[in-house]
């Protein structure tokens, strides 16, 4: 253990504390979560100096501090910064002969341990130029001298930026930076303070002791609020529970087993392997807890299911609820080693240090301090604020662009895509009429009305504030509707429109601009170039390592040259063997006809308003090779 500790430590102290931190740089990004690492790695590699403000010691937020190592990736699109991650994952753990296939009851889910997560965004982090400030936390914003004033472990600092970028998990620096923002069904000034948002969950990581639960991680005593935790712990997992047997809906409550299952994660400190097919459950020794312990979960506030919106408004609050969270999570902790008789407890491998919550906690048990120190050091925070922009992204929208090529329905792409999703909308509580937005068209029942018919692309004028300057939003604090957001909060999306910020604020201090100023294509042909899927359209003659992939990814979404033949239904999956349906076929390696030249050329100059200066053309050229000149040329 202590070999661990300290490993993680030196991984820490050498690749992380670059060059000394300085007072100006480019990009600050607050928050170094999925959205705001990705967002760092990618400005830095197209040059800007960037500093990551984060107040844990961990990068990733959700899918590492908040500990959802599991990935909730419907789509099973691996894309951009997101799959060169999911690919040093799948080689830190195939060299160990470990398989990430290992949750949601099947063999194509991906995890991982968030201490390994943590390690390799690390990794990646420090082969860019990006200086980061741990256990730090922005102040406030000058938007006039463009600085920040920045609580570190040490003292207060001022830093001075071109671009500002909100990735916290909350959106907190919106309304320091003067930024409209929604926040639950309002907008800002005017917040309804008695509306709702989504559930928060401590998660836990948990893992089984084959000699018994060592004596400091066992739950001996219950905390506060026990008994009414029960009804929900055991509407959830029960010792005789149902087996669940890969049919839905699941009937509940399921056994342990069942449930270990769900969000099983590898394990590096038990020999052997396993995954998540039904034959492998009894093998797995490492989980995450997040699904019973929802907060408030089954707990009413004010005669309502959710979570009052002053949880993102008030610190007092926020305070208190987390508490209550973590709570409830402990106490579930306790209800499977008490009352389901399991030699299950918090993983002495995971976290180690107590999270800050519990340090501020003056009458927190003695007993429970080992446990709580290996526990993640935030929650999981499914919504935060949301930016206001001039363009809101509604579920209808989602829903629409969706049908691309699906069922007979034909093209509905949108040409300014910086990233693909593929998640349900799935609300954990404040899903009532009153609690939804309603002047954007949307109701409960717009949540199975509008409900995506597979991936859909994300625009990105939902990153760009209606006016501030010199700002731009990533992680869960897009300009969207709250029931897209429960669509975009997840950690694959999180971390490419994360990545489409990098890029854009990227591009808008090289060419002193306002984020609102730059053109979308060339973000759009940076982040193709960087292996990013941005359009529905698959062919079968252009795949992802094909030389032209990149420009024809733009030709689709622009029209610029049309294919032979279109998909006959949406061609997101690309990695995905379970994809059905017809592709198309666009021919790239076919000589291109002078009339296709012609009106390529003529729908990119309408396309840019200006005129093209074409080269010389003295040999014939492949359908792919034009495609890529005219993109180079517009760009």
């Known amino acids: 253990m202590k070999k661990f500790l300290l490993a993680i430590w030196v991984l820490f102290a050498t690749s992380i504390c670059n060059a000394e931190i300085k007072n100006d740089y480019d990009l600050i990004i607050a928050g170094g979560g999925t959205g705001g690492t990705a967002a760092a790695v990618q400005a830095s590699r197209l040059g800007v100096s960037v500093l990551i403000v984060e107040p844990t010691s961990m990068l990733g937020g959700q899918a590492t501090a908040a500990g959802v190592s599991t990935m909730d990736d419907m789509s099973r699109i691996e894309s951009g910064i997101y799959k060169e991650f999911i690919d040093r994952v799948k080689n830190y753990y195939s060299a160990m002969k470990k398989s990430i296939n290992t949750p949601y009851w099947k063999e194509h889910g991906k995890a991982f341990e968030p201490s390994v ?16 400030l741990f256990h730090s936390n922005i102040l406030e914003v000058n938007n006039e001298k463009k600085s920040v004033k920045v609580q570190t472990p040490e003292n207060i600092r001022e830093f001075n930026f071109k671009i500002l970028i909100d990735a916290t ?34 998660t836990a990581i948990i893992r089984f002791y084959p000699d018994g639960i060592p004596e400091k991680l066992k739950a001996k005593n219950p905390l506060p609020d026990y008994e009414r935790g029960l009804k929900n712990y055991k509407s959830y997992v029960t010792k005789n529970g149902f087996d669940f047997q890969g049919k839905y809906p699941v009937k509940m409550p399921v056994n342990l087993i069942s449930h270990n299952a769900y969000r099983a994660v590898p394990d590096s400190f038990t020999p052997g392997s396993y995954t998540g ?55 579930f902790i306790y209800y499977i080693q008490n009352e389901l008789g399991a030699d299950w407890s918090v993983d002495e491998n995971e976290y180690g240090e107590l999270p800050e919550i519990v340090k501020n906690w003056k009458d927190f048990p003695e007993e429970w301090k080992e446990i709580a120190r290996h526990m ?23 829903h629409e662009n969706s049908l691309s090529w699906r069922n007979g329905h034909k093209n509905q ?23 939804i937005e309603n002047e954007l068209g949307e109701n409960q029942a717009a949540i199975w009305g509008n409900m995506p018919q597979g991936p859909f692309q994300v625009p990105m004028k939902i990153l760009i504030p209606e006016s501030l300057d010199n700002f731009i939003a990533a992680e869960k604090n897009l300009s969207m509707s709250r029931l897209v957001s429960s669509a975009l909060r997840l950690q694959p999306i999180t971390m490419m429109t994360g990545q489409a910020a990098g890029a854009l604020a990227a591009v808008a201090i090289k060419h002193n601009l306002q984020p609102r100023e730059v053109k979308v294509i060339q973000v759009q042909k940076i982040l193709a170039e960087a292996d990013v899927v941005l359009s529905l359209c698959n062919y079968s003659d252009v795949p992802r390592d094909h030389k032209n992939f990149a420009a024809i990814q733009i030709s689709n979404l622009y029209g610029l040259l049309r294919p032979r033949s279109y998909p006959s239904m949406t061609g997101a999956n690309i990695n995905s063997s379970g994809s059905k349906g017809q592709k198309g076929r666009f021919a790239p390696d076919k000589f291109i006809t002078r009339k296709e030249l012609d009106e390529m050329v003529a729908r990119a100059e309408k396309i840019t308003g200006t005129k093209l200066k074409l080269p010389p053309l003295g040999v014939t050229m492949t359908r792919g090779d034009a495609v890529e000149m005219i993109v180079n040329l517009i760009n």
């Open 376 to 398: 993640p050091p935030i929650p999981y925070v499914r919504e935060s604020r949301r930016v206001l922009g001039n363009y809101t992204l509604n579920a209808k929208a989602v």
């Open 169 to 202: 998990e909350y959106g907190d620096i919106l309304p320091m930076a003067g930024a409209r923002y929604r926040s639950g069904n309002s907008i800002s000034p005017n917040i309804n303070k008695n509306s709702f948002i989504q559930d928060i969950t401590w």
């Open 277 to 331: 097919a039904r034959k492998n459950w009894a093998k797995i020794t490492k989980t995450g807890v997040n699904w019973a312990n929802d907060y408030p979960g089954m707990y009413m506030i004010m005669n309502h299911y959710g979570l009052n919106v002053m949880y993102l408004e008030d610190k007092e609050a926020r305070e208190e609820i987390e508490r209550q969270a973590l709570i409830k999570t402990l106490n």
């Open 413 to 435: 792409e949108i040409s300014d895509s910086i990233a693909i999703g593929g998640y349900n909308l799935d609300l954990h509580g404040g899903d009532d009429d009153d609690d």
């Open 117 to 132: 997560g943590d390690k390799i965004l690390k990794e990646m982090i420090s082969e860019t130029s990006v200086d980061i």
